[in-house]
């Protein structure tokens, strides 16, 4: 089982990028999938997450700008985001608490990131 992301790249200021993620291989079952990003020498810290019930969770820094969505039926994940700030420029992981679906034990995975570059 593993997350892939896709959607990154360079958007100037102002701009709007959507990042995806889908897990793939054998799969029981999705709980919580989020968004983190990280920039070099701080911590990762959470963007956004949604639940299997579907409670969503913001950043104070993304709210209103941001937007997190998922589709159960692809095991996806989305993250559309608006209004990009040069500050919202990082690398962008997608996470996922899940139950594999061969021995049904339960993973807390990360994908391997992909940058966003947000220019002023």
């Known amino acids: 089982v593993e997350l892939v992301e896709s959607g990154g790249g360079l958007v100037g200021s102002g701009g709007s990028l959507r990042l995806s993620c889908t897990a793939s291989?054998?799969?029981?079952?999705?709980?919580?999938m989020a968004w983190y990003r990280q920039v070099p020498g701080k911590q990762r810290e959470l963007v956004a997450e949604i639940t299997s019930g579907g409670r969503i969770d913001y950043a104070e820094v993304v709210k209103g700008r941001f937007t997190i969505s998922r589709d159960n039926a692809k095991n996806a994940v989305y993250l559309e985001m608006n209004s990009l700030k040069p500050e919202d420029t990082a690398v962008y992981y997608c996470?996922?608490?899940?139950?594999?679906?061969?021995?049904?034990?339960?993973?807390?995975?990360w994908g391997r990131g992909t940058q966003v570059t947000v220019a002023s």
């Open positions: 996470n996922g608490d899940l139950v594999d679906g061969t021995y049904y034990d339960r993973y807390n995975l």
């Open positions: 291989g054998s799969i029981s079952k999705i709980n919580s």
